[in-house]
T-cell receptor, first 115, second 116 residues
């Protein structure tokens, strides 16, 4: 069974540009969540989707957005990139959600560098 | 809102030493608790989890953790560490809910270095 797959793995963008990151969850998983990992702030929750609906949102500005498709695949978008957006962006999936007793599995992440 | 504290930022041990990493959480309701490990250059992997039942849970690679409700703690232990345990360890909590409150709150992590 394939794990959580994220693309691209590495990318470099310029300030002011936008970026779209993609995530394919484990087959059968319906909950997809996104996290930002930085040395200074650690792991921070961005948002979570279940059946194409955003169920939870973290404390990030509106430049950060996401969506989920009918096949559970998810994308997140960051517009008007800032240097501080440089981070490892992690996608995670679970069958129905951690609070329902399901384990959450993480992908390898997308390394974003903003220059 | 929930929060997680990991008191040890960097722990250095010799091989075969015993390990205990502290984790305390703050939340007014019932929680699910997790320990994740991130080996150098690899993705986050689940070590163990506690949802309910026996407060002493066993995970992979000889790790275990004990949930002490009265202390809001979920400390990670291993009786004898190996060089391959060198990694960063994250404690995480999520509210237990039927309404899909899926925010995993992580601690700041503990970097563990094992000296051969």
């Amino acid at each position: 069974k394939a794990g959580v797959t994220q693309t691209p793995r590495y990318l470099i963008k310029t300030r002011g540009q936008q970026v779209t990151l993609s995530c394919s969850p484990i087959s059968g998983h319906r909950s997809v969540s996104w996290y930002q990992q930085t040395p200074g702030q650690g792991l921070q929750f961005l948002f979570e989707y279940f059946s194409e609906t955003q169920r939870n949102k973290g404390n990030f500005p509106g430049r950060f957005s996401g969506r989920q498709f009918s096949n559970s695949r998810s994308e997140m978008n960051v517009s008007t990139l800032e240097l501080g957006d440089s981070a490892l962006y992690l996608c995670a999936s679970s069958f129905q959600g951690t609070s329902s007793g399901n384990t959450i599995y993480f992908g390898e992440g997308s390394w974003l560098t903003v220059v | 809102a929930q929060s997680v504290s990991q008191h040890n930022h960097h722990v250095i041990l010799s091989e075969a030493a015993s390990l205990e990493l502290g984790c305390n959480y703050s939340y007014g309701g019932t929680v699910n608790l997790f320990w994740y490990v991130q080996y150098p250059g690899q993705h986050l992997q689940l070590l163990l989890k506690y949802f309910s039942g026996d407060p002493l849970v066993k995970g992979i690679k000889g790790f275990e953790a004990e949930f002490i409700k009265s202390k809001f703690s979920f400390n990670l232990r291993k009786p004898s560490v190996q060089w391959s345990d060198t990694a960063e360890y994250f404690c995480a909590v999520t509210p237990r809910s039927n309404f899909g409150n899926e925010k995993l709150t992580f601690g700041t992590g503990t970097r563990l270095t094992i000296i051969p």
